[in-house]
């Protein structure tokens, strides 16, 4: 649990921290996030996961709105389950969430 929450909500907010105040500073830049589409429901099983992602998308939203006169822009991508090796490997059946 530990591991996910560093790499999915520790790991980006603490980098957003530190690029959003140099981007603040020159007046420009943009800071992409991505959360999936786990953050808008909750996640049996995956409660850790999905909350995190919550987290990214909420954090997300809420950075973009402290940034909103400095000219740095935050965008939170979502997207939805993707097929890779990775669904053999944790057998995961071919039909679930793909269909």
Known sequence: AQAVCAVNALAPTVLAHIIGRRMARTGKGHILNVASVAAL????????????????LSF????????????????????????????????????????
């Open 60 to 99: 997300s939203r809420a950075l973009g709105f402290e940034l909103r006169t400095s000219g740095v822009s935050v965008t939170c991508l979502c997207p939805g389950p993707t097929r890779t090796p990775f669904w053999e490997k944790a057998g995961i059946p071919s039909g679930s969430l793909m269909s």
């Open 41 to 56: 429901v909750p996640g049996p099983c995956e409660a850790v996961y999905h909350g995190a992602k919550s987290f990214m």
